[in-house]
């Protein structure tokens, strides 16, 4: 790590660790200065921020904590989580509320769920009262998990009609993104109780899982919906080849057949760069910048960030910023909130909410 980055982390650590020095501050992005601040912190490895109605926010921590937040940074924990297998990159994963939590005080979770020896990607829905979940319902968990603790997946995104996408990565079994015989490597998408909608693509093929698609994918970590209700997803390359796919029904998206980059090893990957069948990335990055959180600004609040792609970077502490459509790359917004950046959300007022891994703590951004 570069000695300016060091420095600022420890500079930073004593910071935030000082009661009532949480004024916004200003930071670079592509499109203007912006101001930052840090809305609370104090969180063990934050995984995923969601807001609801009134104001209040949902923060998930990969150990199997989920705490609401007053608009003030107050927080209280949430009772009545499922079970989670908290191991290796495996927990309580990703949260979603509900498009219309007002009626049903609904949300969603992502989480590993415990499989005799191993664990799989799981989806659930339940009812948020006050602090405490309801009724929660388990309406999806993957086949045949492995016992590795690597590539999850778990980023939910939920369709303007209702439907569910979960991201799920290979879970370090890199021919089974392959096997449409099983969830490894895929996208799947459910209705909201769990059954299968009617147009999936493999729904009814022999040997096939009907929840699945899309697949082909290593370990998608970002998941967003453009303003025409196209689903986008960012995703782990290995040495090399971290992604942005446009995801289309039944596609095959290469891995590990095609990929850029290479294993860490610095053995070749497959067949190359390109097979006919299987679909090209809009963008890559090589090196590697293990993207996770993921956003494509509305433009609420914010008109020059309006289509804009903002990416989370585990690896490089920064959030990488792509022309609408993810076309080119407009820079980069990077700082000491920036470490280990795991989750973006769009808030209901257009500023950008960053949750740092490496912090421990949420960030709101706004332009000036």
């Known amino acids: 790590m570069p000695l300016w980055k060091t420095a600022f982390r420890?500079?930073?650590s004593i910071l935030v660790a000082l009661p009532g020095l949480a004024a916004a501050q200003e930071i670079n992005t592509p499109f203007?200065?912006?101001r930052i601040e840090r809305v609370a912190d104090g969180f063990r490895v934050p995984w995923s921020v969601a807001f609801l109605p009134g104001g209040d926010m949902l923060v998930t921590e990969r150990a199997g904590r989920l705490w609401r937040l007053a608009p003030d940074g107050a927080r209280r924990q949430v009772a009545g989580l499922p079970q989670v297998a908290a191991r290796?990159?495996?927990?309580?994963?990703?949260?979603v509320?509900?498009?219309?939590?007002s009626q049903t005080g609904e949300v969603f979770l992502s989480f590993a769920r415990p499989q005799g020896q191993g664990a799989g990607t799981a989806l659930a829905v339940a009812r948020l009262e006050d602090d405490r979940l309801s009724d929660l319902r388990v309406i999806f968990e993957m086949a045949r998990g492995s016992s590795g603790g690597r590539h999850f997946g778990g980023r939910i995104a939920e369709a303007s009609d209702?439907?569910?996408?979960l991201t799920i990565g290979e879970r370090g079994d890199r021919p089974s993104a392959q096997d449409l015989s099983r969830h490894n490597g895929s996208v799947i998408r459910v209705n909201r109780d769990g059954s299968i909608p009617a147009d999936n693509p493999f729904r009814g093929a022999a040997g096939a899982r009907p929840e699945i698609w899309s697949y082909g994918h290593r370990n998608p970590q970002g998941a967003a919906l453009d303003?025409?209700?196209q689903l986008w997803i960012v995703e782990h390359g290995a040495r090399g080849g971290d992604e942005v796919n446009l995801i289309r029904r039944g596609a095959n998206y290469g891995w590990p057949v095609i990929a850029y980059g290479r294993h860490y090893s610095g053995a070749k990957i497959g067949e190359g760069t390109e097979k006919p069948g299987m679909e090209q990335p809009v963008f890559y990055w090589d090196p590697s910048i293990a993207p996770s959180g993921f956003v494509i600004h509305s433009g609420t609040g914010w008109p020059a960030a309006r289509g804009a792609f903002f990416v989370g970077s585990l690896k490089f502490d920064q959030v990488t910023v792509l022309a609408p459509g993810a076309r080119s790359q407009l820079g980069l917004i990077e700082g000491p909130q920036t470490i280990r950046v795991r989750d973006l959300r769009?808030?209901?007022d257009g500023a950008l909410w960053l949750l740092s891994e490496g912090n421990g703590a949420l960030y709101r951004i706004a332009p000036e």
């Open 32 to 34: 203007g200065p912006a």
């Open 88 to 95: 290796g990159q495996g927990g309580l994963l990703d949260v």
């Open 97 to 101: 509320v509900a498009r219309d939590f």
């Open 346 to 348: 769009e808030g209901p």
């Open 227 to 229: 303003a025409q209700g």
């Open 162 to 165: 209702g439907k569910l996408y």
């Open 10 to 12: 420890l500079a930073f």
